[in-house]
């Protein structure tokens, strides 16, 4: 055995009910060796990790919550299948159930469901340590003797008991020690359990006696499926089931009641206290945070100081890497000034990218700190049954407020927060209208257009009002879009609401950086890559064609007009806009012009759109190249709001008016105009199809809704 570990490793499988504290012992086992990933086919988020036992290299698998080997959801039954092989996984050697000492019974109903599965297992125990504050005892020996299994007590923040775990795990697989329980099912079950056993195992099918229990129980068992092709062995069991149960008995239910008895027998024999679990903080605390009032006004509060948090904190720190990639593109940029091409590649194709890259990273480190945090305390688990009577009616789980919340401040880590969604549809519809969600990065384009169109003619109070209802425009859209979507593209329905309502406690400082660290890593090297490559497409095409030919005939015609009207107009910024009109990106933007006409939108508007798929910040600049500023322009530039204000269409009409400008800021409320929120979608559901479908369906949504604020306002004739 010791000769055979230390060759390929053991597999383990962590299980456990959610929050009985397998994250917090998966990661005191694996440390900073865990690796993310998707299960082969599905989105369901494959989390691993080694450790070193005693006899050589353990590999351990975090299986998703289960609340039931009986899974519901897309999530469940990745899990489910893992545990027994059927996943595309290798089936693990050996299990490792985490059971909560403070909630036993729920958590042994759970384990008795794995007796089935014919791997050898270990039982961690969790929370030991606030079973002996609350004053009680366990009787750890006595609850092993009725498993039939080691049972390790975990300390997992603490490293208690992580040794005696590793040993028990090769233990077990050397002895293959099996769960071995009489969950005592009254003789009626037990005697056509035994008939029908015997009759398979002389028809050659090799099952275990827990297995045809299921089957006789649950018409729904896999078990069944498998007996397809032997007719007489399903009427044997129809039968059975017929004489068991008679017309409206539900087996289920017997099996459900004879597993929760065991699991309460087995709790009063091992478990003794000194009246009841000490629960009065918890439930004294939960009266407040439950409450339909107060409870909503506390998660307010609550999710106001994380946007601040993520909308505040982050920006310094995206000064600081904005600041350090400008500094290397001044360092880089005279090195390369004999080759311009080579110089604008690197620095305005990989640089920018990378500085696209990397500006996200202070939003989705304190993104997922907060949730890590929140989630560390047990409050995650309380808002999230407070949503659910909100979101409910649409079709989105409780839990999708974090991911919706958090694109406000931006998409990307919104997305990645998705991965708190119970299951994949709901995961789905989360992602599909978090970018809906009017984050910071629209903030430019508002600050722009409000300071030059709308402050001048209605004053500082509706300027304001207009920059706080751009915030709500997506939010307006998402509600119907969801419902929408609920019903026609991610159609199915709506997974009842099981939650656990965890104990209050301290977050663990190692499970919040492991959470945070783990996040970024999957950023950089999977949305990242993604990002970096477009943005080098994207300078491409802002960037050729380009010959010495073209760059001679741009400098004669600024000569020419020098002269005239164009004299205030700096070489530099004249050939920047001239070659941005004449390269590829440019001649899509005048090719597609008519399109965005009803909008009130020109070849100029239309190619700085174009321009801004990279990130939507780069609008800005974009349109100070475009007209002639050069692109160090922001939305504080006078002369930017000049330059608009002053633009025309070949007849002479102003280029953009109060109802243009509010058509663009619509436009850009709604639109997928951000290429690492595609990104984002691409990873988090493992499809392009999806990333196009987002991209697709919020482009339409944002075109029509702005030629119809266009168009509308136009004719009202109001600051046209």
């Known amino acids: 055995m010791a000769r055979t570990v230390a060759q390929r490793g053991l597999t383990a499988a962590l299980v456990g009910v959610p929050n009985s504290g397998k994250t917090s012992l998966f990661n005191a086992l694996t440390g900073s060796s865990q690796k993310v990933g998707n299960y082969a086919g599905v989105t369901v988020e494959k989390v691993s990790g080694r450790t070193q036992g005693p006899d050589g290299p353990i590999t351990i698998i975090d299986v998703p919550g289960l609340y039931s080997m009986r899974p519901v959801s897309a999530d469940e039954t990745v899990a489910a299948e893992v545990i027994v092989g059927r996943a595309g996984e290798a089936r693990p050697d050996v299990l490792v159930c985490v059971v909560d000492a403070t909630n036993l019974e729920r958590n ?140 409206h008995a539900d087996g289920r239910t017997i099996d459900a009641q004879t597993r929760y008895a065991w699991a309460g027998r087995i709790r009063r024999e091992v478990l003794a206290t000194s009246g009841q679990l000490d629960r009065r903080t918890t439930d004294a605390i939960d009266r407040v945070l439950t409450h339909r009032v107060f409870g909503l006004v506390v998660f307010v509060g609550l ?158 109070w509706w300027a304001g009002a207009a920059l706080f209802a751009m915030h709500f425009v997506g939010l307006a859209f998402a509600v119907p879009v969801v419902a929408l979507l609920n019903r026609r593209v991610a159609r199915g329905r709506r997974l009842p609401f099981v939650l656990e309502l965890p104990r209050y406690q301290w977050p663990r400082v190692r499970d919040v950086v492991l959470t945070v660290v783990s996040r970024a890593k999957v950023f950089l090297t999977t949305a990242g890559t993604i990002i970096l490559v477009m943005s080098i497409a994207i300078w491409a095409l802002l960037s050729f064609p380009r010959s010495e030919a073209m760059e001679a005939r741009y400098r004669a015609d600024y000569r020419a007009l ?46 700085a759109i174009l321009a801004a798929f990279p990130a939507r910040e780069v609008v800005v600049s974009a349109m100070g190249i475009i007209f002639d500023l050069g692109g160090e322009a922001d939305e504080e530039s006078p002369d930017l709001r000049q330059a608009l204000k002053q633009a025309t269409w070949p007849d002479g009409r102003p280029l953009v008016t109060v109802w243009t400008a509010a058509s663009l800021m619509v436009f850009f409320a709604l639109c997928a105009q951000c290429m690492a929120t595609l990104a984002a979608i691409q990873r988090e559901t493992g499809s392009w199809k999806w990333a196009a479908f987002a991209f697709g369906y919020m482009t339409l949504l944002a075109y029509v809704a702005a030629v119809a604020v266009y168009q509308l306002g136009s004719r009202l004739g109001a600051g046209g």
């Open 303 to 460: 999710m106001y100081l994380v946007f601040q948090s993520i909308y505040t904190l982050a920006a310094p720190l995206m000064d600081i890497i904005e600041a350090g990639v400008g500094a290397v593109k001044g360092w880089v940029s005279p090195m390369l000034a004999g080759a311009p091409l080579l110089q604008s590649a690197v620095v305005d194709g990989v640089l920018t990218g990378m500085g696209a890259v990397l500006v996200f990273l202070p939003q989705i480190c304190i993104l997922f700190a907060l949730i890590a945090v929140l989630e560390g305390t047990g409050y995650l688990a309380r808002a999230a049954f407070l949503m659910d009577r909100l979101l409910g009616w649409c079709g989105l789980s409780g839990r999708a407020f974090i991911p919706l919340l958090s694109s406000f401040a931006c998409a990307v880590p919104g997305i990645m927060a998705a991965r708190v969604m119970p299951d994949a549809r709901s995961r789905l519809l989360t992602v599909l209208v978090a970018p809906l969600m009017s984050c910071s990065a629209r903030l430019p384009v508002y600050v722009l257009l409000i300071g030059a169109f709308v402050e001048p003619v209605y004053g500082a």
């Open 562 to 607: 020098a002269a005239t009207q164009r004299g205030d107009v700096t070489e530099e910024n004249y050939l920047q806009m001239r070659s941005t009109r004449d390269s590829y990106l440019g001649q899509f933007g005048r090719a597609i012009e008519p399109v965005f006409v009803p909008a009130g939108f020109d070849w100029r508007l239309t190619t």
């Open 108 to 247: 042994l109903y759970f384990l008795s469901q794995l007796s089935g599965a014919g791997i050898p297992t270990v039982v961690a125990l969790t929370m030991v340590d606030v079973v002996q504050r609350d004053r009680n005892s366990l009787d750890v020996d006595r609850l092993a003797g009725e498993l039939g299994v080691e049972v390790v007590p975990v300390v997992a923040h603490r490293g208690q008991g992580l040794l005696e775990l590793k040993a028990a795990i090769g233990r077990a697989v050397e002895g293959r020690r099996l769960l071995d329980i009489d969950l005592g099912f009254p003789a009626a079950v037990r005697e056509p359990v035994f008939r029908l056993h015997d009759r398979l195992a002389r028809a050659g099918v090799d099952v275990t006696r827990s297995e045809v229990r299921e089957a006789l129980l649950d018409e729904g068992a896999a078990l069944n499926d498998k007996l397809a092709n032997l007719p007489e062995m399903v009427e044997a069991f129809v039968e059975e089931r017929a004489r068991l149960l008679g017309a």
